[in-house]
């Protein structure tokens, strides 16, 4: 169920997003249904937390993080523009701070 979705999904934004934006967000969403294991009108919140803590975990840095969750959110968003949820489990999950580097 998961993959026709995420299909339709990307159908229906592919004139908004360049190629390169849509293979990350493939990637992106693709790696948290692995790690989360649940259909996508199952997933909480807690879930999708749970994964941005593993990343960092992992040592993935914050700007790698919010370019997953952006897409995870894109996602989640069209599928309530497509009524296919009550909720959206994103609207409370906010963004790893990014750590302004200067320029060299």
């Given at each position: ?88 489990p994103t609207l409370?999950?906010h963004s790893p701070k990014i750590n ?5």
């Open positions: 169920m998961n993959n026709e979705i995420q299909q339709s999904f990307f159908n229906d934004y592919q004139a908004r997003f360049s190629s390169e934006t849509i293979r990350s967000y493939k990637i992106s969403i693709k790696q948290f249904f692995l790690h989360c294991e649940k259909n996508y009108d199952e997933v909480k919140a807690m879930e999708i937390r749970a994964w941005l803590a593993s990343m960092e975990e992992k040592g993935l840095k914050a700007k790698s993080i919010n370019l997953k969750l952006t897409a995870l959110k894109s996602f989640y968003r069209y599928c309530m523009e497509e009524n296919l949820l009550k909720k959206n409370t999950v302004d580097s200067l320029p060299y």
